[in-house]
């Protein structure tokens, strides 16, 4: 009697421990591996819209410094009309170098800001291409816990290979849209912050020309 009770011990425990193993591996099979690929669409939706964020807030940036510099030109204008009805030529032709250096700066960023428009759409775009695989592949999912014949299972993980292919597509994508954006959204900051003074003197005497015509 002491025997039997000692092996079904030593049974108990193998199966603790089996239990135990089996426990600590990761999942296999078909809806695991659809279960980790959801997992990893969600990380990168969530990235995603956090790159979105990043080209809306660098798009914002610009536009703020393309209407800060037109303003800037506007200001420029006004003093150096306000200079030559003073009679104070050296002044007014100061002011008119300023005006068209701010024109010009407002035009180039004007640029810039187009391109971060377009970079901003495309982003939006790859967001919602990898949020409608996430939808996509939860749908599967579903349907492929329902089903139990091995040929489809397959055929559904083969069809998955294909999906994550893509979802990498759009995430790299995205990426690389987000770095030019916000490449491009510094190099727009180093010319709004030039401030130089522009030195066309036929350009500039043209621009005094047209001030001193009335009005």
Do not use: C
Not at 38 to 53: K, M
Not at 144 to 172: I, K, T
Request: glycine share 6%; charged share 30%.
């Amino acid at each position: 009697m002491g025997w039997v009770l000692l092996v079904l011990l030593v049974l108990m425990a193998a199966g603790v421990v089996a239990y135990l193993v089996l426990r600590g591996r990761p999942p296999s099979g078909p809806g695991a591996a659809v279960g980790r690929f959801t997992a990893q669409l969600e990380r990168n939706l969530t990235e995603a819209a956090q790159a979105v964020h990043r080209v809306v807030s660098a798009w914002k940036e610009v536009r703020d410094r393309v209407e800060a510099r037109e303003e800037e030109a506007r200001r420029w204008g006004e003093q150096a009309r306000d200079a030559l009805l003073e009679g104070d030529e050296a002044v007014a032709r100061d002011r008119v170098a300023r005006q068209v250096a701010a024109e010009h700066a407002a035009v180039a960023l004007r640029a810039d800001l187009e391109a971060l428009a377009e970079a901003r759409q495309r982003a939006d775009r790859h967001y919602e291409a990898l949020k409608q695989q996430l939808d996509g592949v939860r749908v599967r999912y579903a349907a492929l816990a329902a089903r139990q014949a091995a040929a489809g299972a397959g055929e559904s993980v083969m069809d998955l290979a294909a999906e994550e292919r893509r979802a990498n597509e759009a995430f790299s994508q995205l990426t690389e849209d987000v770095a030019a954006a916000e490449a491009r959204a510094a190099a727009a900051a180093e010319v709004s912050a030039a401030g130089r003074i522009y030195e066309d003197p036929a350009e500039i005497d043209r621009r005094l020309a047209a001030l001193r015509q009335p009005s």
